[in-house]
């Protein structure tokens, strides 16, 4: 059985992530935390949660990201049933 990690070092990773400086070091902690695969797939639903948020339909989104009906799906069920996560970081990233 795997143990359930404690809550103290998820919010450690978390306030390290604000803790970043710029871009680059941005990308150089996530290419060490993160296996090629993770990356790939968190930014591919990154795209998709935008391009969703910005109104595409699920076809167009399937044809320019290459994500599955599947991916297209849960990440939808999350922008419009999740934590507003993906709504707060859009309304700053598309007011700039």
Known sequence: MTKKPEKQHISSLYET???LKDLEECRKFF?????????????QRFEVALLLYQGMIYNDILEK??????????????LHYGADGYKSVFARLLDK
Do not use: F, P, Q, Y
């Open 31 to 43: 290419d060490d935390l993160c296996t090629v695969s993770e990356l790939h797939a968190m930014e």
């Open 65 to 78: 990201t290459g994500a599955s009906s599947a991916t297209i799906s849960r990440v939808n069920r999350s």
């Open 17 to 19: 992530i604000l803790k």
